[in-house]
């Protein structure tokens, strides 16, 4: 079956990156777009972006511009997202999703929490 | 950016009584709306997409319907597994895709 597995907790200071990774199974990789949502603690989903696993194209969503990196690695079928110049405000649990269009979401991750703090 | 609200923001239900949570869009989103359900410490499921079609392996008594700017979700006879918080999305126009802010469905 299709499943997504994704990398272990992150904690950092203010300032720094952290990339998070997502490992695809069950299916042929590049016939899916990965998505990246987060979600802050007690917060509501927020879409970070889309990557073509086929290509490597991306699109990401305004208020990440400039601090998001979607990239993928076809030969492990993982895909990977790195956000730069981190803030406490980026403290959230992280997931992956896929979908056979650029559409809904299905299945996710199982999701990665990452923490700032100084 | 397309704006997504959802009403109620909680919603108290017995089990086995039907629950009605409604989402609506800021400008047409034509059919291109999904719901999702989710449960505390999990990710996000696919229920609904297309508005109105049913994920693989979804029970019978969840229901979409809806199209343009507003849109219902319906549990017709709530299970006690079916508490959880529920989210709208839409993928009509992106960037961004959009989600609602959630309504919580809970044990009346």
């Known amino acids: 079956q299709v499943q997504l597995v994704q990398s272990g907790a992150e904690v950092k200071k203010p300032g720094a990156s952290v990339k998070v990774s997502c490992k695809a199974s069950?299916?042929?990789?590049?016939?899916?777009?990965m998505h990246w949502v987060r979600q802050a603690p007690g917060q509501g989903l927020e879409w970070m972006g889309i990557?073509?696993?086929?290509?490597?194209?991306?699109s990401y969503a305004q208020k990440f511009q400039g601090r998001v990196t979607m990239t993928r690695d076809t030969s492990t079928s993982t895909v990977y997202m790195e956000l730069s110049s981190l803030r406490s405000e980026d403290t959230a649990v992280y997931y992956c999703?896929?979908?056979?269009?650029?559409?809904?979401?299905?299945?996710w991750g199982q999701g990665t929490l990452v923490t700032v703090s100084s | 950016e397309i704006v997504m609200t959802q009403s109620p923001a909680t919603l108290s239900v017995s089990p086995g009584e039907r629950a009605t949570l409604s989402c609506r869009a800021s400008q047409s989103v034509s059919s291109n709306l999904a719901w999702y359900q989710q449960k505390p410490g999990q990710a996000p499921r696919l229920l609904i997409y297309?508005?109105?079609t049913r994920a693989t392996g979804i029970p019978a008594r969840f229901s979409g319907s809806g199209s343009g700017t507003e849109f219902t979700l319906t549990i017709s006879s709530l299970q006690s597994e079916d508490f959880a918080v529920y989210y709208c999305?839409?993928?009509?126009?992106?960037?961004?895709?959009?989600f609602g802010q959630g309504t919580k469905v809970e044990i009346k």
């Open positions: 999305q839409q993928y009509n126009n992106w960037p961004p895709m959009t």
């Open positions: 297309g508005a109105s």
């Open positions: 999703a896929s979908g056979a269009r650029p559409g809904w979401f299905d299945p």
């Open positions: 069950g299916y042929t990789f590049t016939s899916y777009y």
């Open positions: 990557i073509n696993p086929s290509g490597g194209s991306t």
